[in-house]
């Protein structure tokens, strides 16, 4: 597979992606599948927590947790993301430190200086998940929490790279840990992902020196499900796929 600049890739699909998403800063979240952190309370009282966002995108996670009084920050390779997430912090009043930076070398924060570190969506791009995973525990302090969502790992299994579309049936092997490219939305843009069974992420959490507190497979609202595959929908068995998993991890002392 030709390799993509996931940079250039997320420069240019930005403003497709807040213009589609309009995420809010109300709360923070786990995914446009998934209920959110006002709702599964996973990080409980967030006030004078401080707070760093791993691949922050627009920041929307970031300001959300800076309205409820963390301390918050966030890093991300896009400088788009980055232009985007500055502007809406500014209008929503909140102050967050915002730095470009790739989610496996955070050198920007210092050890031991975090509470929590979060991330959405977003450790699904990183080809060096075990680096990415050292990092967060080097930044928390011990017993910090790292909680993170993406994509589940059952869902790579029912997209066609070929086609680049859904499948009713497997097109891919839950065991296949190479990179898949695929296209962002309807811009065109190349972007490429890395998926890991159960194992290999309890492995990697475990090697890092993490414990695993909780994994949560949230349901997705019917309405949506309604809406995206109805039941006469050809695809409509895919309603039974589990499209986020959330971990909750601890890192030891």
Request: hydrophobic share 45%; charged share 20%.
């Amino acid at each position: 597979m030709k390799r993509i600049d996931m940079r250039a890739a997320w420069n240019r699909a930005s403003a497709d992606y807040q213009r589609r998403h309009a995420i809010s800063t109300h709360s923070a979240h786990y995914g446009p599948w998934a209920p959110l952190e006002n709702e599964l309370r996973l990080l409980g009282d967030v006030r004078g927590r401080r707070i760093l966002e791993v691949g922050c995108g627009g920041g929307q996670c970031s300001i959300a947790f800076a309205r409820q009084g963390a301390i918050a920050a966030g890093i991300d390779l896009s400088d788009a993301q980055l232009d985007y997430a500055r502007a809406l912090a500014a209008a929503e009043g909140v102050a967050v430190e915002f730095v470009r930076g790739a989610a496996d070398d955070l050198h920007h924060f210092a050890d031991g200086a975090w509470d929590i570190v979060f991330s959405v969506y977003a450790f699904q791009y990183v080809a060096d998940m075990p680096r990415c995973l050292g990092e967060c525990a080097r930044v928390l302090r011990p017993h910090g929490r790292l909680v993170f969502s993406l994509d589940h790992p059952f869902r790579a299994c029912f997209f066609d790279a070929v086609e680049q579309d859904v499948t009713l049936y497997p097109a891919r092997s839950y065991f296949d840990a190479s990179p898949m490219a695929w296209t962002f939305a309807d811009t065109g843009v190349w972007m490429h992902s890395y998926h890991h069974t159960f194992a290999a992420w309890i492995e990697m959490l475990t090697a890092a020196g993490f414990r695993l507190l909780r994994l949560l497979e949230p349901a997705p609202p019917t309405e949506m499900l309604d809406d995206i595959w109805p039941d006469d929908d050809p695809l409509s068995a895919l309603r039974h796929i589990p499209p986020t998993v959330i971990f909750v991890a601890e890192r030891s002392e």
